[in-house]
């Protein structure tokens, strides 16, 4: 049972763009969504986590919108740069906290210069 | 260190073999956590300590798999009679009580 389904699994985007990643939740207990960047070799790296009690959330060029209703929220990256091309993962846990936390199954993403 | 720290970076051990795989958290994180990618997925939760103790367990896929934290830091992940289906990376995380994960790198296993 895939309780957090990521989409697109790839994205090219051109330097300067938007990225737009997605992703939907089936648990609404869930109440903690945080985003994580892992670049290869590495291990994942916190970006930017939102609670359910805003619907968005900014910090420099990363934006996570939330939308409660519909059980979904996206990761949206401002003026892409050739240094963001990593995997990024979005995932869920309950209790407003990071303990076991669900993935979702990662998107590649690749910003041409 | 500044950040979470794990070792070995990378482990090659023969099927049936027995591992340990060692996590240093960042100083004064009281949560421990332990999560295991296969190559092309996102980490998949084993095990949550708060303190010495494991808060949660759930994730451990079978009694091959233990984890401890005696002194509410180190934490070690061990794994008995490895199968091949055990290779991935292991990723240890910590965080101040439940707030935040932050992870290390990871210590890449492979049964052969």
């Known amino acids: 049972q895939q309780q957090v389904k990521q989409s697109p699994q790839s994205l090219i985007v051109q330097k300067g763009g938007i990225s737009i990643i997605n992703c939907a939740y089936e648990?609404?207990?869930?109440?903690?969504f945080p985003w994580y960047q892992q670049f290869p070799g590495k291990g994942p790296a916190l970006l930017i986590a939102i609670r359910p009690d805003v619907s968005e959330k900014k910090e420099g060029r990363f934006t996570i919108s939330f939308n409660k209703s519909a059980k979904q929220f996206s990761l949206h990256i401002m003026d892409s740069q050739p240094g963001d091309s990593a995997t990024y993962f979005c995932a869920a846990s309950k209790n407003q906290g990071a303990q076991k936390l669900v993935f979702g199954q990662g998107t590649r993403l690749t910003i041409n210069p | 260190g500044a950040g979470v720290s794990q070792t070995p970076s990378n482990k090659v051990t023969e099927k049936g073999k027995y591992v340990e795989l060692r996590c240093d958290p960042i100083?004064?994180?009281?949560?421990l956590y332990w999560y295991r990618q296969s190559l092309g997925q996102g980490p998949e939760f084993l095990i949550y300590?708060?303190?010495?103790?494991?808060?949660?367990d759930s994730g451990l896929p079978n009694d091959r798999f233990f984890a401890v934290r005696p002194e509410g830091s180190v934490s070690t992940l061990k794994i008995q009679r490895t199968e091949r289906g055990d290779s991935a990376v292991y990723l240890c995380?910590?965080?101040?009580?439940?707030?935040?994960?932050?992870f290390g790198q990871g210590t890449r296993l492979t049964v052969v």
């Open positions: 995380a910590s965080g101040i009580a439940n707030t935040e994960a932050f």
């Open positions: 100083s004064g994180h009281t949560a």
């Open positions: 300590f708060q303190g010495t103790g494991a808060a949660d």
């Open positions: 648990n609404t207990a869930f109440d903690y």
